[in-house]
């Protein structure tokens, strides 16, 4: 959405300057909205009477956020005013001096936690929810135009840039980055990395909007360096970690991790947010949210599977979910029309006639479910059956349709946006009824699509002086990324891990002699989404 209001100025009386504010448009938050399920959270929660969200029965202040992040998106998608006001009515936690504290003789605005927690006494403030903050309040000021809103910006942002040895939230790594801690001075979990990333999506929409701060811009600049160089501190071979204490990270966290990387991908464009999507989406697969909480969005959904070799040369998910099969048996349900019949009904319906003069006839099917997918089984090595599809729309208009399609020696395989059967129309030519047998109709869209189809290969031996040609094709994807990683010996390779900037093209230059294994993981557009063999060789002089 485009952002409509003017810059404003106004005066901040704990900086004793006047400062200027330049709107900007917001990005879609996307690590809730992609991830959380309003409705579902709200059967798990209570509201106060002044329609504030509260968690077990106490103001909780990442739910608050949350919440009213996620009625903002609903509003905005629905345009129903009740989501209006629920965004609204959370603005009354952050106004309520009784609950939020000043800080930093009134420079600071914190929003407490007032139960201890792990190593962690009450009250205190973490970096997560100082910066999920700001985001939220960005977004109510766009829907309300509240000039009130940006003096409590710039305070929950002045707690948040402060050291954590003096009650704020910044620490330093000991590889000596700059961190926003979710849980400030706790030994137990130190720099906790999902945390951290609401933390500093809310630090780049401050800085965007506060681009004279530059404290704040620089603390920006410092801790994204160190995001990128610690992604690879937080994974093992088979998972990762919550923190830089080694706590293992529970199912969701993980999931949680992987929208949290398409949101820094679409807020900074770094290509290592997208591979480290990649390599996450891998390691979770089968491992699922096994909570009795209806917030989550696809908590069974994986997010990356295995291929396999789906036809003589092309590899890919296997598609599932078939759900009807129509042959020359089923009378009842298919239809034989020549062309010219066809078009005398869309002259009597005013519509424009299909000139293809090729086709011989074609097939409809009454079935009012949907697919996305289908199997023509058809002998394609002694001719070329000249197969096109056509869709009715709600107007009874008839379209070519806009498919993806791959021809078998058996079959011929098309795929598409999800339609209802009834409205597709089959044509075909050098053929007759006779030669079709069954008709194969799939919906692979009943349940979340994965993002990605990925390939694991065997273990190579690669020579430090030598150079190497990978030969891999890949159809209907629109991105594919080849990741690898190094052992001195076979046996090793267990135990090492990918890593987001361990990734090639099709030129390989290994570093060092020894063992590697590739990982191919593309980008899954639709079920014809596939790779060919993974050939790699020396390069020849």
């Not at 009378?331 to 424009?352: P, V």
């Not at 074609?362 to 869709?391: M, S």
């Not at 690898?484 to 987001?500: D, G, M, N, V």
Request: hydrophobic residues 30%.
């Amino acid at each position: 959405m485009r952002h409509h209001l003017l810059s404003i100025l106004f005066i901040s009386f704990f900086f004793s300057t006047i400062i200027e504010v330049h709107p900007q448009e917001l990005q879609p938050y996307t690590c809730s909205i992609n991830r959380v399920d309003i409705k579902g959270m709200e059967t798990s929660k209570r509201f106060d009477k002044n329609g504030i969200i509260k968690s077990a029965n106490r103001y909780h202040p990442l739910s608050i956020i949350q919440y009213g992040i996620l009625a903002y998106y609903k509003f905005k998608e629905t345009n129903d005013s009740v989501y209006y006001q629920k965004c609204v009515d959370q603005i009354k936690y952050f106004k309520d001096s009784t609950k939020v504290r000043t800080l930093y003789e009134g420079k600071g605005l914190g929003l407490p936690y007032n139960f201890n927690f792990w190593d962690l006494k009450a009250p205190w403030y973490s970096g997560m929810t100082q910066g999920y903050a700001i985001s939220y309040l960005l977004r109510y000021h766009e829907l309300t135009n509240d000039p009130d809103v940006f003096p409590l910006i710039e305070k929950i942002a002045y707690v948040l840039l402060q050291k954590q040895e003096n009650g704020g939230t910044i620490s330093t790594t000991k590889e000596g980055y700059t961190w926003i801690e979710e849980y400030p001075n706790s030994k137990r979990s130190p720099q906790v990395l999902n945390g951290y990333i609401n933390g500093l999506i809310g630090l780049k929409e401050y800085t965007d909007f506060f681009p004279s701060d530059t404290t704040a811009k620089r603390i920006l600049d410092e801790t994204y360096l160190g995001l990128v160089n610690s992604l690879e501190y937080y994974d093992t071979p088979t998972w990762s970690y919550y923190n830089r204490a080694n706590m293992r990270l529970k199912n969701k966290y993980l999931r949680y991790q992987v929208y949290e990387m398409q949101h820094l991908y679409e807020i900074f464009d770094n290509q290592i947010f997208d591979n480290q999507k990649r390599i996450w989406s891998v390691l979770s697969e089968g491992k699922y949210i096994n909570s009795k909480s209806k917030a989550y969005k696809y908590p069974k959904h994986d997010m990356s599977i295995p291929i396999t070799e789906v036809f003589p040369g092309y590899y890919g998910i296997p598609i599932n979910n078939e759900f009807y099969i129509g042959n020359s048996d089923s009378l009842d349900l298919l239809k034989h029309k020549s062309l010219w019949r066809l078009n005398r009904f869309l002259k009597k319906n005013k519509h424009k006639a299909i000139k293809d003069s090729r086709t011989k006839f074609y097939i409809t099917f009454n079935e009012k479910k949907y697919t996305n997918y289908i199997e023509v089984a058809i002998d394609t090595t002694t001719h070329n059956p000249g197969i096109i599809l056509y869709k009715r729309d709600e107007n009874n208009r008839i379209n070519r349709m806009d498919a993806i399609s791959n021809i078998q020696s058996d079959r011929v395989i098309f795929s598409f946006d999800k339609t209802c059967i009834s409205n597709i129309i089959i044509f075909l030519e050098n053929t007759n009824s006779s030669n079709i047998t069954p008709i194969k109709f799939y919906n692979t869209n009943t349940q979340k699509p994965p993002f990605y189809g990925h390939l694991k290969t065997k273990a190579f031996t690669l020579n430090s002086d030598e150079k190497y040609n990978i030969d891999l094709k890949s159809f209907n994807t629109d991105k594919v990324v080849i990741f690898y990683k190094y052992a001195k010996k076979e046996t090793q390779l267990k135990s090492s891990k990918w890593i987001a900037k361990n990734t090639t093209d099709s030129l390989f230059l290994p570093q060092k002699t020894g063992f590697y294994k590739f990982m191919v993981v593309y980008d899954y557009a639709n079920p014809l989404s596939m790779i060919g063999k993974f050939i790699i060789d020396p390069v020849q002089d």
